[in-house]
């Protein structure tokens, strides 16, 4: 996959998998997505307040026998922490992807707490995290989450680095 | 037998609201259809709807995650949309994450309801006053928040109404019920959350 497709890959492969509900803030690195799933007449976009209210969202959807993915930036996983214990009590499948601040190339000063604490953070409420920092790493990384999130019904984070991304720009002094 | 309105934790406190909290949440679920799937908050709310409607595989409750039930119901209600949903949850929860009731607006599955039982304390804590005790009102935050069908119901005769809204709405529809503060007994309850979600998984899909 080239700098262009990715994110159309992602797409691709959530619907192939009978991802249904899309939960979401608004987001500059997930903008494609976003874009797309409210597009899609065949998804329930959910537009959130708030990250946590995705971990609900999720259980709910599986609950009801559907599937989702909850989309946010790093900086919404601390928003998440406490009800992370929702997919882990009840051992509900639970996937979401995250697009990284605070990470390669960060010019913001306050997006380098959360964004360096999100991976530990994740794996200290027994997320797995994996990463994809180039392009051709997306569609493998994200079936096996996938597969994680939706055979062996745990919680997974797929972690979509600034050196995917590009770090936002900002002006120069 | 001693009357549980009377004493316990919430011996001395006093809310607004009137009505018996497991009297008025067993009224209306009972006005509701039998298939009706149950999200219930943790503490209080899901005492009130073990004590409506039993031990029952319909029924998702929580132990914890405080502010996730109404965002689970929104869920479950995207999921299944030819069943009705009910969250049922308290002043406590929901002021937690009252954000939730936009979310949910906006969304406006028509198949969703919500009972807010409002005692205006924190009971499980040990009976501090909450917000709605002090001045904010989470119907009118419900309505703010966009969501159409909203009542608030003080007296047992305003339950039909209620009860009939939340049959036939067709949009997300919320239901404050003005409660007195009491300390009914305390429900036998499953702390396992995997074993509820695999109960309620086989009654409503046939597999776990």
Known sequence: ?173 | MADPNDGGRAAGKTATGTLDRRVAVKQLLDSLDDDVLIVAGLAGAKGDVTAAVGDDPRVFGFGGAMGAAASMGLGLALAQPDRRVLVVTGDGELLMNVGTLATIAVANPPNLGIICVDNEHYGETGFQRSHTGLGTDLATMAQGGGIGAVRTVREMDELDEAGEMLRNSNGAAFVLLKVAVNDPPKMPTVWDASWHKSRFRQALLGKP
Not at chain 1, 17 to 39: C, F, M, T, W
Not at chain 1, 146 to 170: D, Y
């Open chain 1, 1 to 173: 996959m080239n700098e262009e497709t990715w994110p159309e890959e992602i797409y691709g492969l959530l619907r192939e998998n009978g991802i249904e509900q899309i939960a979401y803030v608004p987001d500059a690195g997930h903008d494609y997505l976003i874009k797309r799933s409210i597009a899609d007449p065949e998804v329930h976009a959910v537009a959130l307040t708030t990250e946590e209210e995705g971990v609900g969202l999720l259980a709910g959807a599986h609950l009801g026998g559907s599937r989702g993915v909850l989309l946010m930036q790093s900086s919404g996983v601390g928003n998440c922490i406490n009800l992370l214990s929702l997919p882990r009590a009840g051992r509900f499948p639970f996937l979401t992807i995250i697009s990284m601040r605070g990470d390669f190339g960060e010019g913001n000063p306050w997006q380098m707490p959360m964004g360096q604490s999100t991976q530990p953070v994740l794996e200290a409420c027994d997320v797995t995290c994996l990463c994809i920092d180039s392009p051709d790493e997306v569609g493998r990384t994200i079936n096996a989450a996938i597969t994680t999130a939706f055979t062996s019904e745990m919680p997974v984070a797929v972690l979509l680095g600034q050196r995917l991304l590009g770090a936002k720009v900002f002006a120069k002094r």
